[in-house]
């Protein structure tokens, strides 16, 4: 899941989630200085910020926020190296997208509730 401004991305494994950080000017001095990019890729251009051991079943990014529901059907966000729960759900939700204009979270179920 890449943030809106592309500078963070969060990277959601089976059973845990990595949140990084993305470094722009790593790629133009790569091109520039071909020693700096190997076959696995330009290591400067991301930065490792959290490593958290939890499923991500759907998230989105609101401003350097990134909101989440994990499979223990809890809505979560993940701020600055910290992780509040908002809600507790009674059943599994899928994230819809967040109006920032309406300060409000959209979500549905299966059915479309």
Known sequence: ????NGDQVCIACEDSFYILK?????YPKARENPELMTEDGIE??????????ESVKTGIWAGDCFIY????NRLNYYVGGEICTIAHLDRQMYLLGYLPNDNRLYLSDKELN
């Open 1 to 4: 899941f890449w943030s809106e």
């Open 22 to 26: 993305y470094n722009t000017e790593a």
């Open 44 to 53: 400067d251009a991301f930065l490792v910020l959290n490593e958290i051991s």
């Open 69 to 72: 529901t994990n499979s223990l």
